[in-house]
């Protein structure tokens, strides 16, 4: 078809208005309103949890920090409670040993005491001379130049039952002997009469004590009391006697 004058040369076709209008090519259906009403639930579920999560989190966090308050509440009350002068020293291994060996050291004295012979004599009902204990006693472990030794004698009775002894019979005296040679170098009856005399009487389960005066550091012996000579230094052995029942010696010195 030739363009006539006044035309441009295109052509237009009329759309057809029952037809309607074309719908876009991308353009998607509605979705049914059930789907919209499942994704509100969902949604709403959703951050329901978020919530409850987040309480939970809360929560914890509160309660371990409730829980360290509390030790530290009671640490803070010990030490308030301490003493000032500080920290409680923990005993270490030098502190356990010796009380180990302090422990060891009671134990062994026991031991030792429990593994001592009774004295017989404990158990008797009566005494006699023999059963008393005579221990002889120097007044001092060194007597000064020129100082007069001074003895004492202890008698204990280690029985039940009193004892009286007549000191007339068994005479209570002292010896004393010189440690380098063991010779007798002066008794104390040899040219002195006793100064105990009559009955004594040592009651049960006691001791008595008894001194004699003083020596006057010279020589003496049985019924030979003229030309006695003075006693030098030296180291001394001094006995006690009750009638037979003798001490053991005890040592004394003299300057």
């Known amino acids: 078809m030739n363009a006539g004058p006044g035309n441009t040369g ?3 076709r009329r759309r057809d208005p029952e037809r309607g209008q074309r719908p876009p090519r991308d353009a998607q259906p509605p979705l049914p309103p ?11 579920a ?15 966090l509160g309660g371990s920090q409730e829980d360290a308050s509390t030790p530290a509440a009671d640490t803070a009350q010990s030490s308030s409670a301490a003493p000032t002068s500080g920290k409680e020293k923990k005993p ?3 502190d356990k040993k010796a009380e180990a060996e302090k422990k060891g050291a009671e134990k062994r004295k026991e031991e030792k005491k429990d593994a001592e012979p009774k004295d017989p004599a404990a158990e008797k009902t009566n005494c006699e001379l023999a059963d008393l204990r005579v221990t002889a006693v120097p ?8 100082e007069e030794p001074t003895f004492y004698a202890k008698i204990a ?13 068994a ?8 440690m380098d040679d063991y010779h007798r170098v002066w008794g104390d009856l040899d040219c002195n009469e006793p100064s105990i005399t009559g ?3 040592i009651e049960a389960g006691k001791s008595q004590n008894y001194k004699m005066g003083s020596w006057s550091r010279t020589t003496s012996a049985p019924d030979r009391c003229d030309d006695r000579q003075p006693v030098g230094p030296g180291s001394y052995l001094l006995y006690a006697h009750l009638g037979d029942n003798v001490s053991q010696p005890a040592t004394f010195n003299m300057s």
């Open 10 to 12: 295109y052509s237009f």
């Open 34 to 44: 059930e789907v919209y009403r499942r994704r509100r639930i969902a949604a709403i």
């Open 46 to 60: 959703a951050v329901v949890v978020v919530i409850l999560l987040l309480w939970w989190l809360l929560s914890s």
């Open 92 to 94: 270490d291994a030098k």
């Open 139 to 146: 007044g001092k472990s060194t007597f000064d130049p020129g």
């Open 157 to 169: 009775n280690p029985t039940k039952a009193d004892c009286v002894i007549d000191v007339d019979e």
């Open 171 to 178: 005479k209570l005296l002292f010896e004393v002997f010189a």
């Open 199 to 201: 009955e004594v009487t």
